[in-house]
């Protein structure tokens, strides 16, 4: 086990106790915060923070996977339809929201205080927002520390990472998702991933923009224009996919496939916040590292 | 006999034209291999060949069998059902296959790996059958089987949007399907698509006899010797096969089945056997052009536009082109004339309707569930509650209530008990409005968008509203001419979340119908708009009783014929567009309000209409309270659930049908 999500692990574990504390009734009440966005919950989480109420749980712990979610943190449903009176029910004092969710602000104004803090802008590069988020939640819990810390720990696990693939430095990527045995959608430079990637010193062979960091569904034919780079894929593979494609001429001919020049790593959330990125880092690092292992499963997604 | 009437061609003009199609056909693909990007690297030869091989060919012979199979489908179709604009689209064929393997994936992904086929063509066969429960009762008229077809498409639609809110960015491979994407990576699905076609075609040659007879009424084939009823069936599930088949390799392909035996008709294939074979060479030869188009445009970044998606827009335009050229259907009775039972005091009812009505909205407010299990909110809970639940309640009665009144309005004025206010076209205008919003907006706000659908609603409302008095406002041209903007709209809907991104899943809460975002603000406005476009109803009582009486009775009664049918459309389509930001495209809820108006007996137009309005805002009020309830503390959308709940019903109210009424 490597040390940073460890430490996040045991922050996590004492946030409670950290709530019962004395000291951080310092401001007078308890800190009660809910957020409707996922990449805000893996911001509070990873500082340590555990919100009252969050949006879509069930889907987050297979999407996003870490940082866990305490049981004790209330689902209050879909994040494009979340029920405000249970949200109202578990009284929060601050909720954080994001420019996702502009239309419902004047319905949780009513609830409590609404902070918006949008990590995903068209066209604005993610990472430095995630951290300025990760900053402004600090500011506004009382939090400051934790926030330089995950910052800190973030930036040290990417570092970590950049100097274990230094014999990769400059290697192009393909980070990309499968629609079905037939489309992918790609991660441009404008992604969480895409900066990641620049951060480990690797290179995004997706050179072109997209519209909304990831592109919009592509042939998979496109893939041969890249025959240098490496396939990142981002689970889930659908079932279907994966069958079809490990028995695909097209695909097993392509380069990269041929020479097992690609990784399935496991569900990251590509709208997440700095823990998302941490998570990418460490999956992709690995992947890297077990480069050779992988041989001898051909095309096989599974 | 529902025959299109075009002008015969002469000499030999149907072969140079489809000369012509297979030339552009050709040279559209020969630019297509030339524009495919050079390849770097050491095996990039090799790697070209394998391209050419395994992805350009395969999606070219993919989209030449696909389209011939659509083809050859809607010829069956419409031969069958004696109804020129049939076809696996405007069946909800295609929307119920791609349904059911939505489904498949969600829930039992495993069926997939067992049979795409099977699941689409399972889809695909219910949505027909219902379709065809639904217009039974009307001798399986053209527009009624077209109308029916359209609201399962829409209902198969929303029912799609809310599993991919529900499961998030994760299936976006369904974007992708419900716009029909032709990209290939090897041979399999044109030879499935191919042998499924071959054994199609080789089916009609030798049924070609029994689709013959199939022109003549069902009383003189069977006179024949022909088992009219078992040989409908047939092949009605061959065409839905050939369609299932296409929908579950490459997705929703629509209208090609509908413009090729077209087209073949226009080009003067008259007897069925050349329609049957012209249909598929038309077909064939449209989805290929279409196709090799679209690379043609495509960016390095992916098409711009689904190849699906792009035939589709095609839909609309044809359906209005060939509205003139549809025969009037015989003259019907009346439907508003006789009742079954007639109310003999219709204002003590209506008073009950309203005193039943205020009781669900008192439920809705008072009883739900928190934390722990079920409640009844009083004193200051209920103070704090209130605040979410009486926007919601309000935004729900009025909706419902405009709804109903829009259904009850629409029917007197068509005579068509399934002319709900939803193909009118105007609600999904007002969804390419939104689209609009959402494209060019990062994050819009709640009035930009509310903006934004009313001006997409009234320019579909304008555009209807020219259409149909091009084509002298006659009932079936009318809910036709909005029925070609809905496909239109909806292809482009389909475009646009094919491109996925966050705009489209606020698009998509829309199309699932859901009343969550309603602040207080906006459903005080809902309500006094409802007021604004209810109260006119009570002074056009008279209309809606003459008018059904026939064009002829109403001016001697000196009622102004094409003035009072433009004002109540304009009427009908306002309610239609102002319900429909709140509560979705498609609720059912104009359809079963009226239904259970005429059952109850509201007979005089004034009562019918308010009775409908009524019933409609009990029944969204109470689909509302059970969309909240259900899976608390996840939303169900209100439009889905009441669709879900109040369809089964409707279906079940027009197959037991009361034969006076249509």
């Known amino acids: 086990m490597r040390p940073g999500p460890g430490l996040s692990r045991r922050a996590l574990l004492a946030a409670p106790l950290v709530l019962l504390a004395p000291g951080a009734r310092a401001e007078g009440t308890a800190l009660r915060v809910a957020t409707i966005d996922w990449a805000l919950l893996e911001t509070l989480l990873g500082m340590g923070i555990t919100p009252v109420a969050a949006a879509e749980l069930v889907l987050f712990r297979e999407v996003a996977v870490e940082p866990p979610v305490p049981p004790s943190v209330v689902d209050i449903g879909l994040r494009g339809a979340p029920n405000f009176e249970a949200l109202r029910l578990t009284r929060p004092s601050l909720i954080f929201s994001s420019n996702y969710y502009a239309e419902m602000e004047p319905t949780l104004r009513l609830i409590a205080p609404v902070e918006t803090l949008s990590i995903y802008r068209t066209g604005d590069p993610p990472f430095g927002r995630a951290e300025a988020a990760a900053e402004r939640i600090g500011v506004v819990t009382g939090r400051e520390e934790a926030a330089r810390a995950l910052i800190a720990r973030v930036s040290a696990q990417i570092a970590a990472e950049r100097q274990n693939l230094a014999s990769h430095a400059g290697r192009p990527m393909l980070v990309l998702n499968l629609g079905d045995s037939r489309h992918f959608r790609v991660f441009g430079a404008d992604s969480l991933f895409g900066e990641v990637l620049t951060r480990l010193g690797l290179a995004n062979a997706w050179g072109e923009r997209t519209s909304y960091a990831a592109s919009a569904p592509i042939g998979l034919e496109a893939l041969a224009r890249f025959p240098d780079a490496f396939l990142v894929i981002l689970r889930p593979v659908p079932p279907d996919a994966a069958r079809v494609l490990s028995t695909s001429a097209l695909w097993n001919a392509l380069p990269n496939v041929r020479d097992r020049r690609f990784a399935v790593l496991d569900s990251v959330d590509p709208f997440g916040g700095l823990p998302a990125a941490a998570r990418f880092a460490r999956l992709l690092g690995a992947a890297l590292r077990a480069e050779g292992e992988a041989a001898g499963r051909g095309g096989d997604l599974g | ?474 009932a079936e041209r009318l809910l036709l001419s909005g029925i070609a903007l809905g496909c239109t709209a909806l292809a482009l809907l389909s475009a646009v979340f094919a491109a996925g991104g966050p705009g489209s899943f606020r698009l998509l809460a829309w199309m699932s119908g859901s009343t969550d975002r309603v602040g207080a603000h906006e459903a005080w406005m809902l309500a006094a708009c409802a007021l604004v476009l209810l109260l006119p109803v009570a002074v056009l009582g008279r209309w809606l009783d003459i008018l059904p009486l026939g064009a002829g009775v109403s001016a001697a009664l000196g009622v102004p014929v094409g003035a009072s049918q433009l004002a109540l459309t304009l009427l009908a389509a306002l309610m239609t567009g102002v319900a429909a930001f709140f509560v979705g495209p498609l609720s059912l809820v104009g359809l079963i309000g009226p239904h259970l108006a005429r059952l109850t007996g509201f007979a005089s137009g004034r009562s019918f209409v308010f009775a409908s309005a009524l019933i409609g805002a009990g029944v969204l009020l109470l689909a509302d309270w059970l969309a909240r309830m259900l899976a608390f503390p996840y939303q169900l959308p209100t439009g889905l659930l009441a669709a879900l709940v109040g369809g089964p019903y409707l279906i079940w109210l027009l197959q037991r049908g009361e034969p006076r009424h249509g």
């Not at chain 2, 791609?98 to 997939?112: K, M, S, V």
């Not at chain 2, 536009?305 to 359906?319: E, F, K, M, N, R």
């Not at chain 2, 309640?393 to 829009?406: H, K, N, Q, S």
């Open chain 2, 1 to 474: 006999m529902a025959e299109l009437t075009l002008p015969r061609p002469t000499g030999r003009r149907p072969f140079h034209v489809g000369l012509a199609l297979a030339l552009l056909g050709t040279v559209l693909f020969a630019l297509v291999l030339a524009r495919q990007p050079a390849l770097e690297g050491p095996q990039a030869t090799a790697l070209e060949q394998l391209l050419l091989w395994h992805s350009l060919l395969p999606r070219a012979a993919t989209a030449l069998l696909a389209g011939a199979a659509l083809g050859l489908s809607g010829a069956l179709l419409q031969r069958v059902l004696r109804n020129p604009i049939a076809d696996p689209s405007t069946l909800g064929i295609a929307a119920g296959a791609q349904l059911a393997l939505t489904l498949a994936l969600a829930f039992a992904p495993a069926l997939l790996a067992v049979s795409r086929e099977g699941t689409a063509f399972a889809g695909g066969i219910l949505a027909v059958a219902l379709v065809l429960a639904m217009s039974w009762r009307r001798g399986f008229e053209p527009v009624t089987v077209v109308i029916a077809g359209m609201t399962l498409s829409l209902m198969a639609g929303a029912m799609s949007a809310a599993l991919i809110l529900a499961r998030g960015d994760y299936v976006f491979s369904l974007f992708i399907w419900g716009a029909g994407a032709l990209h290939q990576q090897n041979w399999q699905p044109a030879l499935l698509v191919g042998t499924r076609l071959a054994l199609g075609a080789g089916a009609a040659l030798l049924l070609l006899r029994p689709l013959e007879l199939m022109t003549l009424d069902d009383a003189a084939a069977r006179s024949l010797g022909m088992a009219v009823q078992g040989m409908r069936l047939v092949l009605i599930a061959l065409a839905v096969w050939l369609a299932a088949s296409v929908v579950s390799q490459v997705g929703v392909i629509g209208f090609v089945g509908l413009a090729a035996p077209a087209f073949a008709r226009l080009g003067g294939a008259r007897r069925p056997g050349a329609v049957l074979l012209a249909a598929p060479l038309i077909g064939a030869l449209m989805l290929w052009i279409t196709d090799s188009l679209v690379q043609l445009t495509a960016s390095s970044g992916g098409d711009l536009i689904p190849t699906g998606a792009a035939v589709g827009l095609l839909g609309g335009p044809l359906l209005l082109w060939l509205l003139p050229r549809l025969p009037a259907s015989p003259a019907r009775p009346p439907m508003a004339t006789g009742h079954a039972r007639r109310l003999r005091r219709p204002g003590r009812a209506l008073a009950l309707l309203a005193a039943g009505a205020v009781l669900i909205g008192a439920l809705a407010l008072l009883a739900g569930r928190d934390l722990d299990g079920w409640a009844l909110a009083t004193g200051p809970v209920l103070a704090e509650l209130a605040v979410f639940r009486v926007p919601r309640i309000v935004a729900a009665a009025a909706a419902g209530g405009l709804l109903g009144a829009a259904g009850a309005i629409m029917q007197r004025l068509t005579g068509n008990p399934l002319a709900g206010p939803e193909v009118l076209g105007v609600s999904a205008g007002a969804g390419v409005g939104l689209a609009l919003a959402l494209t060019l907006s990062p994050a819009p706000s709640a009035a930009l968008l509310l903006a934004a659908s009313a001006g997409g609603a009234l320019g579909a409302l304008a555009l209807v509203l020219l259409m149909a008095a091009w084509t002298g406002f006659a």
